[in-house]
Structure formats: structure tokens, C-alpha cells
């Protein structure tokens, strides 16, 4: 037989052990290129630069998703 609780946990004891589960909000920065909100230390989704060096050709990519919604 698996142990159980001997008395019934109350909701105040229950919420107190609950409350460091809360999500955060997530941490913005502001892109030095284009000014737009990013994630930290993550390429800019709206410019596609990386502290100040395109990693990712934002034309190409938007030529790509054009070509691919055609098909």
C-alpha cells in the first residue's frame, strides 16, 4: 500500500507551495538596427540582424514565403 497524506492539505498551504509556479513574461530588448522589440541574444525577427550583422536576408526569406504560398 502506497503512503497517504493523514490530513487533508488546506488551500492556503496548497497556493503557498503554488506560488512560485507563475510563468514570468518574457524579457524584451529593443533591436539597435531597426528599434523593434526582440528576444535577447536572438537574431531580430523584424530585420534579421545580430548585433549590427545580417545574419538573415530578410528579402530572400519574404521572396521565399511568396513562392511557396503560390505553389
Same mark, same amino acid.
Given at each position: $500500500?502506497?503512503? @497517504?497524506?493523514?490530513?487533508?492539505l488546506? /488551500? +492556503? !498551504?496548497?497556493?503557498?507551495?503554488?506560488?512560485?509556479? *507563475? @510563468?514570468?513574461? !518574457?524579457? @524584451?530588448?529593443?533591436?539597435?538596427?531597426? /528599434?523593434?522589440?526582440?528576444?535577447?541574444?536572438?537574431?531580430?525577427?523584424?530585420? +534579421?540582424?545580430?548585433?549590427?550583422?545580417?545574419?538573415?536576408? $530578410?528579402?530572400?526569406?519574404?521572396a521565399?514565403?511568396? *513562392?511557396? *504560398?503560390?505553389?
Amino acid at each position: $500500500m502506497t503512503p @497517504l497524506p493523514k490530513r487533508k492539505l488546506s /488551500k +492556503g !498551504a496548497r497556493n503557498r507551495r503554488r506560488s512560485h509556479l *507563475a @510563468l514570468k513574461p !518574457a524579457s @524584451l530588448a529593443v533591436c539597435p538596427a531597426c /528599434k523593434s522589440a526582440m528576444l535577447p541574444h536572438h537574431v531580430c525577427p523584424n530585420c +534579421g540582424k545580430y548585433h549590427g550583422i545580417e545574419v538573415i536576408d $530578410m528579402e530572400a526569406r519574404e521572396a521565399r514565403k511568396k *513562392a511557396k *504560398a503560390q505553389t
